[in-house]
């Protein structure tokens, strides 16, 4: 039903940025009924809610990247993108899009459809 591919990722200093997008191929619903979200998994760690949008203005962010990322969605070319400013090292992670037939949420296992995933390093 939903197919997603990550790209943007790289390698990246600590105070740059990097913009990812998530382009998305749906069959029997339209792309905008879908909630997306980012999330992202450091080594070791859990995946980690990042953001999340329902339409081109409702948005969610984790506190952790709160004055720093930004989520938007291109509802007309069915893509999702994370602008990613001032990044820290903490930063570093695979970073994931998903896709919901549910109301956007923080929680991972909300999500039915996920990418395969984009790495981005940040350096010190």
């Known amino acids: 039903q939903v197919q997603l591919v990550e790209s943007g990722g790289g390698l990246v200093q600590a105070g740059g940025s990097l913009r990812l997008t998530c382009t998305v191929s749906?069959?029997?619903?339209?792309?905008?009924?879908?909630?997306m979200g980012w999330f992202r998994q450091a080594p070791g760690k859990e995946r980690e809610f990042v953001a999340a949008?329902?339409?081109?203005?409702?948005?969610s962010y984790a506190d952790s990247v709160k004055g720093r990322f930004t989520i938007s969605r291109d509802n007309a070319k069915n893509t999702v993108n994370l602008q990613m400013y001032d990044l820290k090292p903490a930063d570093t992670a695979v970073y994931y899009c998903g896709a919901s037939t549910r109301p956007p949420s923080s929680v991972y296992s909300e999500y039915s459809y996920w990418g395969q995933g984009t790495q981005v390093t940040v350096s010190s």
């Open positions: 949008i329902l339409d081109t203005t409702w948005r």
């Open positions: 749906v069959s029997g619903r339209a792309f905008s009924s879908y909630s």
